[in-house]
């Protein structure tokens, strides 16, 4: 018996389920982030420092660079939320991704007001900024990342909801090592046995 997913991705049933998805994301989803983002960037702009630029900015940058703490904190989280029920796992993940989030936002309003204040709307930035930062990204292998398109969501409980990603595929398991988080009850190892 096989897996019969050329049925499944040929189905009517299934490409009306993509597109019903598709448009969720681009006309809800999409949309709930825009505005989050600019009600979160508004907020960052009117309460912290905002009539001392640059260094607000800087400031806000700095505040987001807080982001890897809560980055390099997912095993621990993810340990502290293994075998919860559905409702303490639900409310620590949000809260988690709430936290994330902000510290998200304040990088992105840092290094954005940045731009806008050492760089302007001057078009000759403008090009400099794309002539150096593309070819960057292309070098580095990560020009997807300008790619977000807004007719997709993640899917919030995805099992690897509390796992780190990054551009190596490596975790940060295996970057702090059992050394530094086995006092902490964070298991780096593998499973024995499988393969």
Not at 144 to 173: C, G, H, I, K, T
Request: net charge neutral.
């Amino acid at each position: 018996m096989g897996v019969q997913t050329t049925s499944m991705e040929t189905s009517p049933r299934r490409h009306v389920t993509l597109c019903l998805d598709s448009c969720f994301a681009l006309f809800l989803a999409f949309v709930a982030t825009c505005f989050y983002w600019r009600g979160s960037w508004d907020t960052i702009s009117v309460y912290v420092l905002p009539d001392s630029e640059p260094l607000n900015h800087w400031v806000r940058f700095a505040i987001g660079c807080c982001t890897a703490l809560t980055y390099f904190s997912l095993p621990f989280v993810k340990e502290a939320l293994h075998g919860t029920g559905k409702v303490t796992f639900l409310l620590g993940s949000r809260l988690f991704m709430i936290v994330h989030g902000i510290f998200y936002m304040f990088i992105w309003r840092g290094l954005w007001g940045l731009g806008d204040y050492y760089c302007g709307p001057d078009p000759k930035w403008a090009w400099v900024t794309l002539a150096v930062c593309y070819p960057l990204l292309l070098l580095l292998g990560a020009s997807r990342q300008l790619m977000w398109p807004p007719y997709m969501a993640p899917n919030d409980e995805r099992p690897d909801l509390l796992v780190a990603a990054n551009r190596f595929q490596v975790q940060v398991s295996e970057i702090l090592g059992n050394s530094v988080l086995s006092p902490f009850g964070v298991d780096c190892d593998p499973p024995k046995g499988k393969s």
